[in-house]
């Protein structure tokens, strides 16, 4: 298993930009799927982007053309590229890792056995 430290969040205006980056622990960082999902008050986690340990690459709807995901194998770490951010872009950011085959449909909260503890994402308007 790997253990996953998310970090970059912050206050940003709408607008702006942040990116979020997810350390991960252990020599099999290049064998694992990579997500972003995040959580906003009173709502349930929702999926914003995934990677496959292939390099395949997938989005949500509500952040495709804005949002990119990528990682460095080397350095254990995976990223979130959040441009033209807008308020409602505002939650609780979590990475989340999980080996094997990435579904067809990644977003499924349930997939994923590991996850880190978040880091907070806030969009002034």
């Known amino acids: 298993q790997v253990q996953l430290v998310e970090s970059g969040g912050g206050l940003v205006q709408a607008g702006g930009s942040l990116r979020l980056s997810c350390a991960a622990s252990g020599r099999t960082f290049a064998s694992y799927n990579m997500g972003w999902f995040r959580q906003a008050p009173g709502k349930e986690r929702e999926f914003v982007a995934a990677m496959s340990w292939r390099g395949n690459t997938y989005y949500s709807d509500a952040v495709k053309g804005r949002f990119t995901i990528s990682r460095d194998n080397a350095k254990n770490t995976v990223y979130l590229q959040m441009n033209t951010l807008q308020p409602e872009d505002t939650a609780k950011y979590y990475c989340?890792?999980?080996?094997?085959?990435?579904?067809?449909?990644?977003?499924?909260?349930?997939?994923?056995?590991?996850w880190g503890q978040g880091t907070q994402v806030t969009v002034s308007s």
């Open positions: 989340a890792a999980q080996r094997g085959q990435l579904p067809p449909s990644p977003g499924r909260v349930d997939y994923w056995g590991q």
